[in-house]
């Protein structure tokens, strides 16, 4: 397994020392060896719950961080891959998928990317592997 998916649900717990996934997050981070690929819809949930829930330091810290990285790919959403979200939205939403996970799954699949850094069932209705 080279490159991983993260998720929002992965990002919050490694952001949010209380969260009741943060060490099986904070384990994976530093086990896996290969690349996180990531999108601008989740950074931006992601950015948006943690402020929301923990404030703006932790959110602002998140952000800094991702533009610091070089273990980050982040890739930002073409018009092309917002259609494709669109579509796969229509076909998940009555599940409970949300918009973004619907974007994160076009990426996923558009890239051959088959596992995702979550902690939520979404991906595995799309037919994908979770991790930790």
Known sequence: MNAVFADTSAWYALINPQDTHHRNAKRFLDEHAGMLITSNYVVAETANLTLYRLGA???LEFLEILRQTTLVELVVVTPQQHERSVTLFAQYA???LSFTDCSSIALMREQ????????DADFRRAGLTCVP
């Not at 051959?112 to 902690?119: D, G, L, Q």
């Open 57 to 59: 330091a932790p959110a």
């Open 112 to 119: 051959r990317v088959t596992h995702a850094f979550c902690f």
């Open 94 to 96: 009555a599940a409970g």
